[in-house]
């Protein structure tokens, strides 16, 4: 029997779809897909091969940038290579596509593919966050603090010490040369003390090699599966794409609305930068709090909630999906409702403790679903050994070598972490859940393009934190979690600078600019380990030429921090209690239910890894970012339609592009003539 069908309900129930983003097939991991503004039209064919002169200009500028975030990390803690759209590498990338059209204008061959362009801010979007926060400014900082704190008589020379093998250390007491100077700082004609630090860096500098070689080839086993099957929206890769084409980048450049976008927050972060060497020039507060709106009870969890005008974040949430968007802003306030339940109940104190255990649980849950969900596609992977890919698959390895040197990678760590004194076992559970997590927040990345993601855990703990809790110090033992913090000092201290997805986003701009990736593979792995050898050389000259005293405030502290955290924890010896694992399993129940809702009902158009993602301290910055961004592409939708939303796209473009380069100059002339950060992160 025939079913008559409302031609105008169709038509609605399509329009209702498009508006918002949906699929006919609801899963979790459907492809929100908003069509960008350059992915059709970048992609090439054959396979660009990459050419010597962009390997050489891509090193040359790694080693460029990487200096600057060093010396800007250390003195200054402006962190502009931080996050998963580097601020300094985009405003870096963006000048030279500029140059690249002067110089396509009247040198057409000197000009650069957008093959080309693509690959190196894929380099420098890996290597960006390596000199500063996630790396450079706490290795060698924490390394001098564990014997410069250490003297004769103090706890720590009993408790921490003694369980460092001295040769991972550029001396043996406080008084050493390579430990005092540092904190002294160099007197005139005294070199540097590259010796005592040769050993140390020649042992850890592998490690580091091995950690993010392993950390390419994990994304390298499943960047397939998330493009071609799950088809991630990767809403971060739109501004490099867009630039990186000639005709689009024209265009942009074009529009009144991008320079609408560009100039605007170029005015407001300047007139912050101005304030501060001229006192008399106005200051714009651009990252108020709410103040005290209730006087008591449980309404002051909204006291001094930061309602910060991030211009950059409006304009990426103004490209994102609504439901992603929405989810951003929507969970932040339900956390905040949540807290203020607790404190209806008569809860009072460890809310920090609560939320921790809570976003381990929803990690957990998302971990475990994304490896059930992807065993067919691993299985096949391992029965393709000896297959080679299609090449118009443009895979980063062959399966051989991908699942070769994931193995190796595996091994590598293993023996290194056994070398180092540390038992297999608690290698092998530390290395394995940050593994895991890393997966996780790939994921958010990749799929809900957050310019910073960070889950409520305090660096230098971070996971250490919870295993602590988890297995108990007695069961550990002193000096296998002495270990267990030393080696989370690179990646693992903190999961806002996971570099996991920056290698996801890298081989995605390969697919759009037709990249062959197995190349893309040998330079960003080449760009990696020249940036580390450029971070030990600058970093250690800016410690020792001004001496910690002369540091930033977060540089001074970070070394304390540390190892005082470590001291807590091997002293106080934290347990999981009961609450802690209701927590758990409240945050892992929450998580499962709204993927099963998501799956269920068309009309839950909420994302539902919102859930995880408003969890840690970024989104108390950015969450009120997102909704003017969410707010903005609703109203443009709802009166405009999609082309609307799409006409808009370049003030988007501007917004970012404007902010980032604003931010950058501040850095530089910060550098010649000091001032606070234009932008405390």
Known sequence: MPIAVDAKLVKALIAFCRRHNLSPKRRWHYPMKAPTVSEMKVLTAPLAPLTGRIVIVTLVAVIALTVFHGIAGLLRHENLGLGYLPRSGLTLFWLLTLLNLFVRRFRPCWSLSPAELLALFACLLVTGSIPGQEFGIHFYLNLLAFLWHSRPGTPFAETILPHLDPKFLPGHRWNDPAVYLAYQGLPEGVAIPWRDWLLPLCLWTPYFLLLYGTLMLTAGLFVRRWEDEERLLYPLAQVPAAFADAQQSASLLRHPLFWLGFVAPCVLWSFRGLHQYFPAFPDLNLQPTTGTLFSAGPATVFNDVPIEVRTDMIGLAYLLPLEVSLSGWLFYLLRRLQWMGRIYLGVTTGHAEFFTFQTMGAYAALALLLLWRNRTFLRHLVKSWGQSFPSSANPPLPPRWLLLGFLFGWVGLMVWCRFFGLAFPWGLVLLGSWFLGALVVARIICEAGLFIYGIPLSPPGTLNQVLFSA??????????????????????????????????????????????????????????????????????????????????????????????????????????????????LLGAVVQWSLIWLRGQWLWFAISPLGWVMTQGWPMDRYWFSFFWGWLARALVTQFAGYSGWQAGRPFAFGLIVGTFFILTLWGIVHLYYPAPPVLME
């Open 471 to 584: 297995f108990g110090i007695d069961r550990i033992g002193v000096g296998n979690a002495v270990k267990m913090l030393a080696i989370s000092w690179c990646q693992i201290r903190s999961s806002a600078t996971n570099v996991l997805p920056n290698f996801f986003y890298a081989y995605k701009l390969g697919a759009i600019g037709g990249v062959n990736r197995t190349q893309l593979t040998g330079l960003l792995m080449a760009a990696v380990a020249v940036s580390f050898v450029t971070t030990h050389l600058t970093n250690l000259s800016v410690i020792y030429r001004f001496g910690v005293g002369k540091l930033s405030s977060w540089a001074q502290g970070a070394g304390f921090n540390s190892l005082n955290w470590l001291f807590t924890q091997v002293t106080m010896k934290p347990k999981m209690r009961s609450e802690h694992w209701r927590a758990f």
